[in-house]
């Protein structure tokens, strides 16, 4: 008896293919190539996808980086905050 999904004692569909219509795989175009050349075609790969990011100007650089700064500055003031409350709860409960 089988459920919705097959049972192992029945192939799947891809199972029961000849091995003369199966395909074998030997390498691909990597096998063709030397590792320099793979190598040389990775960076051109990445100068050619460098190319296509939209680089932000100097003014949006500038407002990106005053935003991070001062998220950073409230965040270690909120912990800081935080540290020193509960360090003074921990010692008005334990002494």
Request: proline share 4%.
């Amino acid at each position: 008896m089988a459920d919705a999904v097959g049972s192992i004692d029945t192939p799947d569909a891809q199972d029961e293919l000849p091995e003369a219509q199966k395909k074998t795989r030997k390498g691909g175009k990597r096998a063709k190539k030397g590792p320099l050349k793979r190598l040389a075609l990775f960076y051109r790969q990445i100068v050619a996808e460098l190319r296509k990011v939209v680089w932000p100007t100097r003014s949006q650089l500038t407002t990106y980086t005053t935003v991070v700064i001062v998220f950073v500055v409230i965040m270690i003031g909120l912990v800081t905050v935080i540290d020193y409350g509960l360090s003074h709860a921990a010692k008005y409960v334990f002494g």
